[in-house]
């Protein structure tokens, strides 16, 4: 079986042995940068499955980064999770904004790290048809939700949409994706978006569905 590749891109020495020896002992193989210009012709040369990309760097910052790789075909659609100190939180509409699928905070929790990398390439390698978390089954092929061992009903946009966040947990999905993936051409406003979501807390409970300001929603563990 191929490893799957992972790119980090991180100015700091520290970070990236933590993180290459993190990722290598779970099986992967892991290719590193140490700025944002180095990053970017790494990505190019190597197509990595997956990208872990400092948000402040010399050079060339992971926004720039982010928004050149999106701009190149073979590698526009390589998933990309930014590494971001607290204090950078204003950072991060701008990196949805650049294209970025998900941002790690740090310090980084090693085991977090890895479960929020497995699930973007499950994703990536598989067509999900039944997802388990906790206490919630939904199985798209048989349109069937079960919470807590009871069948739940959905209306069709609200399980499609809870399908949706439940694909990457932890994943932070943008309005915008939401709107696309979910209701396609139709064009909606955040309002529809929010009622769907309330419905859906209403039925499953408010603990898992989070609300990321000015962003958007994700499924949380």
């Given at each position: 079986m191929t490893k799957?590749?992972?790119?980090?891109?991180?100015?700091?020495?520290?970070i990236l042995e933590f993180l290459t020896y993190?990722?290598?002992?779970?099986?992967?193989d892991v290719i590193t940068a140490?700025?944002?210009q180095e990053g970017l012709e790494l990505?190019?040369?190597?197509?990595?499955?997956?990208?872990?990309?400092?948000?402040?760097?010399p050079e060339m910052d992971g926004i720039e980064v982010c928004q050149q790789i999106r701009k190149i075909s073979n590698i526009a659609t390589t998933y990309i999770l930014f590494l971001t100190a607290r204090s950078e939180d204003y950072s991060e509409l701008a990196g949805f904004d650049a294209g970025a699928d998900d941002y790690i905070t740090k310090p980084i929790k090693p085991k977090l790290l890895i479960s929020?990398?497995?699930?973007?390439?499950?994703?990536?390698?598989?067509?999900?048809?039944?997802?388990?978390?906790?206490n919630i089954s939904i199985n798209r092929s048989e349109y069937k939700l079960i919470v807590?061992?009871?069948?739940?009903?959905l209306a069709k946009k609200e399980f499609n949409l809870l399908y949706l966040l439940m694909t990457v947990p932890g994943k932070v999905f943008t309005r915008e994706e939401i709107t696309d993936r979910v209701w396609g051409?139709?064009?909606?406003?955040?309002?529809?978006?929010?009622?769907?979501?309330?419905?859906?807390?209403e039925k499953i409970g408010s603990n898992h569905i989070k609300t990321?300001?000015?962003?958007?929603?994700?499924?949380?563990?």
């Open positions: 799957s590749k992972i790119l980090i891109v991180d100015d700091e020495k520290d993190n990722l290598k002992k779970r099986g992967y140490n700025n944002g990505a190019k040369k190597n197509c990595p499955d997956l990208i872990l990309l400092d948000v402040m760097m929020r990398i497995e699930a973007f390439l499950r994703r990536k390698n598989s067509v999900l048809d039944q997802i388990n978390i906790e807590n061992d009871q069948l739940i009903h051409d139709l064009i909606v406003g955040d309002r529809t978006i929010d009622v769907h979501i309330r419905k859906i807390r990321i300001k000015g962003v958007g929603y994700k499924f949380d563990i």
